[in-house]
């Protein structure tokens, strides 16, 4: 039974996860940590549930979803998960921060990589890995079926979708790449996504306005 914890960090409010199983491994997912007291707060809950992080995985390289990889990395000797993209994504996450005046310890560059259709096995849930790019070119997202969720980064939000106008960005294949990929799963499916509150795939398919 996987665990998930959310924590909203950052001045861009992005929802950063730790899944955990019952040997106390846990993922973490996008950890946008940006100052000391937001590194404490992970690090102090990952302290005080005992847990050993395992994978660190970015669901994209936008900045607001790695601006704590650095931290995490160094602190839990852990490799950066991610897509391998064609575009530079490390860069573009520095220029971003340049560009937003945000203090951001650079990333280490992406050393494991994840492709549509790989698994994780975690402790006897596995994780698939969806591609679903458009809101960037490198965007992945972890289902896990049996237990009925995605972490889906910034493909779907309740009652929107990301956003297509940053590079590598492209409306269509967002539309295509939800219909396609997401809006096949069971409804049920609980969706983290990495702005705002949890919704499902159901609901989305029903009332969300980019679809109806
Ligand atoms: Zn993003």
């Known amino acids: 039974m996987i665990r998930i914890k959310k924590f909203t960090f950052n001045p861009f409010q992005e929802n950063s996860y730790l899944l955990s199983n019952d040997k106390n491994e846990c993922i973490v997912v996008d ?17 005080s549930e005992n847990l050993t992080p395992t994978h660190l995985i970015n669901t ?4 607001d979803h790695v601006l704590g ?6 602190k839990y000797n852990l490799p950066v998960t991610a897509y391998l993209s064609e575009i530079d994504m490390v860069s573009m996450a520095e220029r971003s921060a340049d560009l937003y005046s945000i203090p951001y310890k650079s990333s280490p560059k992406p050393t494991k990589f994840l492709n549509e259709g790989d698994t994780i096995d975690f402790d006897g849930s596995e994780l698939k890995i969806l591609f679903i790019p458009g809101h960037a070119p490198d965007h992945i997202v972890l289902l896990c079926d049996d237990e009925d969720f995605m972490i889906g980064g910034d493909v ?29 799963l069971k409804d049920s499916i609980k ?15 029903r009332t969300n306005p980019f679809f109806t």
């Open 156 to 184: 779907l939000f309740k009652g929107s979708i990301g956003r297509t106008d940053l590079p590598g960005g492209n409306h269509h294949d967002l539309i295509e790449n939800i219909e396609k990929k997401i809006f096949t």
């Open 191 to 205: 969706i983290y996504s990495g702005h705002g509150p949890e919704t499902t795939v159901g609901i989305e398919k």
């Open 60 to 63: 994209h390289f936008h900045i």
């Open 31 to 47: 950890p946008g940590c940006f100052n000391s007291d937001e590194e404490n707060e992970l690090s102090n809950y990952i302290d």
């Open 69 to 74: 990889n650095h931290f995490v990395s160094d």
